[in-house]
């Protein structure tokens, strides 16, 4: 099992940052890619970004050169670092890891975006 749990979301208004972090426990030998969702109200779970093991990196269209996410394998611990922030970034983000074929989640952390 592994356990992952976020923190860093919160309100921020239109143009600012946030940084989001997501620690891993528990048996988080072999993860193999790591990842942040997020959901908006009345919207599907999207991908944001997924970074693998070897520190390859996926950014979905809407967050390329906003976003930033980051590992360290150390403390593992993946950050997203978000500037620029737009309201239409408002969702739930989740961390996501994904370990012999399963994907691990967390419970989420609101981010808000004000206008």
């Known amino acids: 099992q592994v356990q992952l749990v976020e923190s860093g979301g919160g309100l921020v208004q239109a143009g600012g940052s946030l940084r989001l972090s997501c620690a891993a426990s528990?048996?988080?030998?072999?993860?193999?890619?790591m990842a942040w969702y997020r959901q908006a109200p009345g919207k599907q779970r999207e991908l944001v970004v997924r970074?693998?093991?070897?520190?390859?990196?996926n950014y979905a269209d809407s967050v390329k050169g906003r976003f930033t996410i980051s590992r360290d394998n150390a403390n593992n611990t993946v950050y997203l670092q978000m500037n620029s922030l737009k309201p239409e970034d408002t969702a739930v983000y989740y961390c996501?890891?994904?370990?012999?074929?399963?994907?691990?989640w967390g419970q989420g952390t609101q981010v808000t975006v004000s206008s």
């Open positions: 970074i693998t093991s070897g520190l390859s990196t």
């Open positions: 528990g048996s988080i030998l072999s993860i193999n890619s």
């Open positions: 996501a890891a994904l370990k012999s074929f399963r994907w691990y």
